[in-house]
């Protein structure tokens, strides 16, 4: 049997566009099969490097005003801090992957700070083996903390924003 290159080409191109995964045609002395593979998945590799360990020089004697907090340095006491989170709620990471504020670079985020979102709304996209997964809030509030840099990985259950209710 003769074999016509362009039709071979176009029956090829036709069975790329369906959900067969083995085809096999005999004619005589002919056989032709024809085999679609997934994909092989890459998983992501990521390196993860020590945060520098802080180095404080050793004084024998301080001055008096190095010991002392300056005057217009005032510290909140942690509990304001905890009182303040009394009515928040954490949005957490349902899996591990790479936090994304924005469906794209250069595009717009889908939160910020003081924007009010109900249940429901798309807050970051977390890409897990090359998967983009929008993350939908099931609260409803207003953003009052983003926890996560753009690009940062994270872990299941990490927290991703504060929402106060």
């Not at 020590?50 to 006491?77: F, G």
């Not at 504020?101 to 249940?119: L, M, N, Q, T, Y």
Request: net charge negative.
């Amino acid at each position: 049997m003769p074999i016509d290159f362009k039709q071979l080409q176009e029956f090829i191109e036709a069975i790329a566009t369906t959900d067969i995964t083995e085809l096999t045609i005999k004619e005589g002395d002919f056989e032709l099969t024809v085999n679609k593979s997934k994909p092989e998945v890459a998983m992501p590799n990521y390196t993860i490097t020590p945060a520098p360990v802080p180095v404080t020089p050793t004084v024998e004697n301080p001055a008096p005003e190095a010991i002392a907090p300056p005057s217009n340095s005032i510290e909140k006491p942690a509990e304001d801090h905890n009182k303040k989170r009394d009515n928040w709620k954490e949005i957490t990471s349902p899996m591990v992957g790479t936090f994304y504020r924005a469906s794209a670079p250069g595009e717009s985020a889908f939160v910020e700070i003081g924007d009010k979102i109900s249940v429901g709304s798309v807050v970051c996209i977390i890409e897990a083996m090359k998967l983009m997964n929008e993350i939908e809030s099931e609260i409803t509030g207003q953003v009052m903390e983003i926890a996560v840099e753009n690009g940062e990985p994270v872990e299941y259950g990490q927290t991703l924003l504060w929402v106060a209710t």
